[in-house]
Nanobody
């Protein structure tokens, strides 16, 4: 049974930092493609970052230079370090897993087989 459990969300002031964690179980973690998405109520789920098996990382333009995605294969955890947060980063953040994502499809939610429950990030200005 695949499980993804996010943690680390909360309320932070603009300019601050948060680190999200996603504990993964039930998959071959070291060969999985992991991603973070976010969603604001009433809007579509948006790609934030991904991490491929070869440790290549990809980011949406709005978070480049501020967010860092990483993984700990020994602990089956993927992280999203978020720095220099601003009000536009306010959203529910979701961790996602895919066993077969490729570069051309990685930004689409339907590429991912499994999702966490989401964690709220609120940035106050």
């Amino acid at each position: 049974q695949v499980q993804l459990v996010e943690s680390g969300g909360g309320l932070v002031q603009a300019g601050g930092s948060l680190r999200l964690s996603c504990q993964v179980s039930g998959v071959t973690f070291s060969t999985s493609v992991m991603a973070w998405f976010r969603q604001v109520s009433g809007k579509e789920r948006e790609f934030v970052a991904s991490l491929f098996r070869n440790s290549r990382t990809y980011y949406t333009d709005s978070v480049k230079g501020r967010f860092t995605v990483s993984r700990d294969n020994a602990k089956n955890v993927v992280y999203l370090q978020m720095d220099s947060l601003n009000s536009e980063d306010t959203a529910v953040y979701y961790c996602a897993h895919s066993s077969g994502a490729i570069l051309s499809t990685q930004r689409y939610p339907q590429t991912y087989n499994n999702w966490g429950q989401g964690t709220q990030v609120t940035v106050s200005s």
